[in-house]
């Protein structure tokens, strides 16, 4: 009988309830969607902060400087380019910049091209200089990354079963150490990635096909490396851990159990996607649009919490895992 108990107690956080229990989370605290769903509401309907008419020119005088000294063949490539850029260019408002990444909001319209709503065509404002774009810019990510840290805060306060009572000095300090994990991931990020690139750019100049399997090699390796750090939040959010402290933890959390690990971010990034082809279907004039933005809301808060409570079993585990092998030392 005591083996079966312990058995139970060891098993590791299984895939499908977990998920379930982000859902029903969701389902009591129906709030949460509020962030996701504000954010895409303020895209759709508020002005839009657009570059176009100020890096167009640029762009295209740059093309065709590059179109009047190549042959036929690369003029064709630049062309298409530019039709590709110029339509990249229409869709850029930065407004969208207030869904930040590795923490921040997820948002359905982030990136898409709105130029009609059903209340009609939105406000359009151009930004005229590069100072202030990037004014604009900092200001919004940091205010995602604050707002997205105070988004993840309420989700880790619906998932803890010992919920401690919030007041607003820890989520403040919660925000400041979520602000800088952020910022540190990115560096990491770009600390790999950078080098990867610079080295797989100059193979390609030799052999093309070579630098096509080295880059598919090196992202493998890339998701390899990075997984161990995708429950950095959580630390900080559901534990009040420090911004090392999180990391460390997470590479332990997710090292003692990687095949599950893999198995729910895949799970969650399928149902996750999928679902965003099927929300993202209605025009943008049309109020079927705000049938998305709700289910989009809905789907990504619940995964996140979901996420949550899959970090805090795997901790739990994690944690009785090493006192049973701390135990097993002693006999």
Request: charged fraction near 10%; hydrophobic fraction near 50%.
């Amino acid at each position: 009988m005591n083996t079966k108990i312990d058995e139970q107690k060891l098993s590791p956080p299984s895939l499908i309830p977990t998920i379930l229990a982000g859902f029903n989370t969701v389902a009591n605290h129906i709030g949460l969607i509020l962030f996701p769903l504000g954010l895409d509401l303020l895209i759709w309907f508020g002005p839009q902060l657009k570059l176009e008419k100020l890096l167009k020119p640029i762009y295209s005088n740059a093309i065709q400087t590059l179109i009047a000294y190549n042959n036929a063949e690369m003029r064709q490539l630049l062309e298409a380019s530019q039709t590709e850029m110029e339509l990249f260019l229409s869709r850029i408002n930065l407004t969208s910049s207030l869904s930040t990444f590795p923490i921040g909001i997820p948002s359905l319209l982030s990136g898409q091209g709105i130029n009609e709503t059903p209340l009609g065509v939105p406000t359009i404002y151009e930004i005229p200089s590069f100072g202030l774009i990037v004014l604009i810019t900092i200001i919004f990510i940091l205010s995602g990354l604050f707002l997205g840290s105070l988004y993840l805060s309420a989700i880790a306060y619906s998932t803890n079963p010992d919920k401690e009572k919030l007041n607003p000095s820890s989520i403040i300090k919660k925000m400041i150490k979520g602000v800088g994990l952020s910022i540190l991931l990115v560096i990491i990020l770009i600390g790999l990635v950078l080098p990867v690139l610079f080295v797989i750019s100059l193979i390609s100049l030799f052999s093309p096909a070579l630098s096509q399997i080295l880059l598919l090699i090196a992202t493998f390796i890339m998701i390899w490396l990075l997984i161990p750090l995708i429950f950095s939040p959580h630390g900080v959010f559901a534990r009040n851990m420090g911004i090392i402290q999180s990391i460390l933890h997470s590479i332990k959390v997710v090292r003692s159990y990687l095949p599950g690990t893999g198995m729910f971010l895949l799970a969650a990034i399928l149902l996750a996607q999928g679902l965003d082809l099927l929300w993202i279907a209605a025009p943008s004039n049309s109020w079927l649009t705000l049938v998305g933005i709700i289910g989009h809301a809905f789907i990504y808060t619940a995964l996140i919490a979901a996420s949550f409570i899959y970090y805090q079993r795997s901790c739990e585990w994690t944690q009785e895992l090493l006192e049973r092998i701390k135990n097993i030392k002693k006999l």
